[in-house]
């Protein structure tokens, strides 16, 4: 039986919300929501649009913990394929070149997710390398996708793949740095 203190102790930011079926559902919607509103903040790039979805994925991920944000990016991807225009630039539908990195935002948010359960969000150090890893998740299953749609190779691949991103991802990796730590402290006092 667990003691009282490792029961209260919340693994991710959301669980200090209070609630449960209620609250969870509305956070899984809510970061469907959040993450089709970053993808309407973009950059156009040819075939790979430069968004704020990266972004809402990691800290969705980090906010929700792994399974609410599983549930939150398979209902993102689901409702974009049912025809909500809330993909990068208003896309919707199936598949498609960027359609990779919609589905490798559910395995990005899962690992990311658990790893914030585990206190991967604490710490700017910790944090930094949680969204890496998330990152690397989405650009693994946004690439080969890109390439057999494209029928770019590899090189090219990740010239308009990867490369046009780092500088982008790197800025909202130590925005999500600065934030997930900063709001621990603030939940702790």
């Known amino acids: 039986m667990a003691n009282a203190s490792s029961v209260a102790r919340p693994a991710?930011?959301?669980?200090?919300?209070?609630g449960s079926r209620v609250r969870d559902i509305a956070l899984v919607i809510g970061g469907a929501a959040l993450t089709g509103l970053a993808a309407q903040l973009t950059f156009p790039m040819w075939p790979v649009p430069v968004?704020?979805?990266?972004?809402?994925?990691?800290?969705?991920?980090?906010?929700?913990?792994?399974n609410r944000a599983v549930l939150s990016m398979a209902l993102?991807?689901?409702?974009?394929?049912?025809?909500?225009?809330?993909?990068?630039?208003?896309?919707?539908?199936?598949?498609?070149p960027t359609f990779g990195y919609v589905i490798g935002f559910i395995a990005a948010a899962a690992l990311v997710g658990k790893l914030a359960e585990r206190g991967g969000d604490?710490?700017?150090?910790?944090?930094?390398g949680t969204m890496v890893l998330g990152n690397l998740v989405i650009y693994a299953f946004g690439l080969p996708v890109l390439i057999a749609v494209?029928?770019?190779?590899?090189?090219?691949?990740?010239?308009?793949?990867?490369?046009?991103?780092?500088?982008?991802?790197?800025?909202?990796?130590?925005?999500?740095?600065?934030?997930?730590?900063?709001?621990?402290?603030?939940?702790?006092?």
Not at 76 to 96: E, Q, T
Not at 165 to 183: E, M, N, Q, S, W
């Open 12 to 18: 991710v930011l959301s669980d200090l919300i209070p």
């Open 51 to 66: 968004t704020g979805q990266t972004f809402a994925v990691v800290l969705v991920g980090a906010a929700l913990g792994m």
């Open 76 to 96: 993102y991807m689901l409702v974009g394929i049912a025809g909500v225009p809330w993909f990068a630039g208003g896309a919707s539908g199936f598949g498609g």
């Open 122 to 128: 604490r710490t700017v150090a910790r944090t930094v």
């Open 150 to 189: 494209t029928g770019l190779g590899l090189g090219k691949a990740l010239a308009v793949g990867v490369l046009p991103f780092l500088v982008g991802d790197a800025v909202k990796i130590a925005v999500a740095a600065g934030l997930l730590p900063a709001a621990w402290k603030l939940a702790r006092r």
